[in-house]
């Protein structure tokens, strides 16, 4: 199921407009193209709409937000909202600040998102308004263990309900939630989080993945997270004596690269809840 | 001949201002230190004409363009004009946005450019006037094949004549074009069209190039379009198992870094039309 | 000694707040991960402050200055004050435009910073407030070698007796001054000028030990200037046949990512004056 996904990726090639920040938006590029897209960076109020409307879907991603880009984000998630294309929020950072706490908040009200993907703190802060909502979801742990991972789950899944978005948790342990069936994928390598980006990297190439398989948000999203996690895994074995995050970064974006739909069904670990 | 530009540039090791896009600026500063120049990113209104009369050349790309930027690229490319040293245009995008080809058209018209580099698509956007001139440059096939060589190649060298400034269209086969005379190269690789920016870098070496031999800009032009291609073989060739886009980035610089005036000579295959 | 700086650092892992340069953001992002902390890349006014409070140190790097982002720095500089939080400034191009100079000479007026690293150009320009300030300082060489290391170090001595901040001025020969002491430190290579951002990177560093250990700035900014000066030696061991300063960038980066705490103890060249 999930090599279909990349399939419909790999025979659609589809163009993939990241509003993205500038720390790893190299990476970014160079992974969707791995990964079988093409990549468009565009940011300007003056062009985002028609970059948008030439494109499969829409990657939003608020690393270095900033006051002339945030207008630029909503022009844009509007227009692809229009055109019903998938729009992907990376809420980097939520939490970390009122203006990426709010403008993530303001994203999620106004746009229709088809995918959010975070790590479980940018989501709470999401779920939770900035931690001005206090409740049952406060409860959820900061970070998603077997012992919190039903309870993480559960958060996801109403959380997607709510929005109507899919909702990626990554971690140790990756959580994928539709409102009604969640994802639980162990793939991946705790190195991972050495390599700047890399939860940008995934964003990018879900935004991809859902561009070519509009129509089933919360599979495109699993498979994107199942593949970042394999290449993960594969990447680390590949590291050399001597080797560190550097190469790593490079050697994830390879395993991208040769990535196939058969690789991805059979290297990929999870269960459906 | 070819060989003579390298050598010009490996002496002189002029310094190169580039006004580019946030996504291939690292790639464009580390290609041009591998070439054998010195890179300077500067953007700001505030400074870019004191940075431009510093550099033996002005490298201006409008991939992620910007409003807080676009004054920027005049103010810099007038200094240039007045200090007489070559400015390079690439109009990334253009025809893709209205703000693209319409900042690549007047950057054209207000300036006086050395070498303009992009693909066939930009070019013909540039040339065009956004599609609102039709005539017989629309006929120009959007691929250049040797079907259509001899007509992408007539209407690069009219262009030429047009604009004063050495036109590259780069693809499966390149064309660097001045008024009377076309180089056509045939070096490179198709898996280059997987490495985000190696255009952008292609352009940058260009300029470096040109900053180098200021008075031979079409044999400057060819001489950087052969280097690139030339190098991308080279590392294509070096790539190892595994490996895929990211490594091939790196090994492309890295072979650029190693490219000497004799490798280049023998190595590059064009003819002259 | 200089071990210990790096074992508090691993211990800590502090946050790092970089306002940057959109060059090699990337590479100052990965390279604090490698050398054991973590970054934060933040330049919007509305947040800069915030951001700045939940980290233990603040790099403020001019290159790529631009009218929006100079507000954020005084901000956050401001901020990091208040909290006692180090503050480290790399005066990139200082002296190559007037926005540079002023900029940075504003800077070191208006904050307290904790050290101050750049090429002997940058700090000149700097303590001789743009050139306009003549007198023995006008005196030292543009490079620093065996013959002018004396008045170097004596100079740099001086500027963090007039600022003090630590100086570290890099380059053939590194030298790190406080007001009473001054570290000469021969590591380093000198193809690392091929590499586009190792200055940017070292700052970066500084930063990310300064924050680990606020107390001891002149020590801990040794220490990161010998751990980078000795993993480009590593890294550049390590290069292959055909690499060149793209794979020598990952490798310094990898280098630093596999540089314990006993390494750096013995591989730090260095006197003290």
């Known amino acids: ?11 659609k090639a589809p163009l993939v407009h990241s509003i993205t920040n500038y720390v790893t938006v190299n990476d970014c590029a160079n992974i969707i193209l791995a990964f079988g897209a093409s990549p468009i960076m565009a940011d ?31 022009l844009a998630g509007k227009k692809a909202n229009a055109l019903s294309r998938p729009v992907v929020l990376d809420p980097v950072g939520a939490g970390a600040s009122r203006l990426r706490t709010d403008t993530a908040l303001r994203l999620a009200a106004e746009l229709k998102l088809a995918a ?12 939770l308004g900035g931690g001005t909502t206090k409740g049952v979801d406060a409860d959820v742990a900061d970070a998603v ?10 958060f996801a899944r109403r959380f997607s ?17 539709g409102s009604k069936k969640v994802y639980i994928i162990r793939n991946g390598h705790p190195a991972m989080s050495k390599v700047t980006g890399t939860g940008c990297m995934l964003s990018a190439m879900t935004a991809a993945c859902l561009a070519a398989n509009p129509d089933r948000p919360l599979e495109a999203a699993a498979a994107a997270v199942a593949a970042m996690g394999l290449c993960g895994e594969t990447a680390y074995s590949r590291l050399e004596d001597g080797e560190g995050n550097s190469a790593y970064r490079s050697r994830i974006i390879d395993a ?14 999870y269960e459906i809840m």
Chains 1, 2, 3 share one sequence.
């Open 161 to 177: 309900e709510k929005t109507g978005a899919v909702i990626a948790i990554t971690g140790a342990i990756d959580i994928v939630a």
């Open 1 to 11: 199921m999930l090599a279909e996904m990349l399939e419909n990726l790999k025979k």
């Open 44 to 74: 300007d109020e003056a062009e985002v709409e028609e970059i948008t409307s030439v494109c499969g879907a829409l990657n939003i991603n608020i690393g270095t937000l900033n006051r002339r880009t945030i207008p630029s984000m909503f």
């Open 145 to 154: 263990t077997e012992d919190s991972l039903a309870a993480a789950a559960d």
């Open 256 to 269: 991208v690269y040769n990535l196939t739909p058969e690789m991805l069904e059979s290297g990929a670990r």
């Open 116 to 127: 959010i993907r975070g790590n479980i703190s940018e989501i709470k802060a999401l779920a």
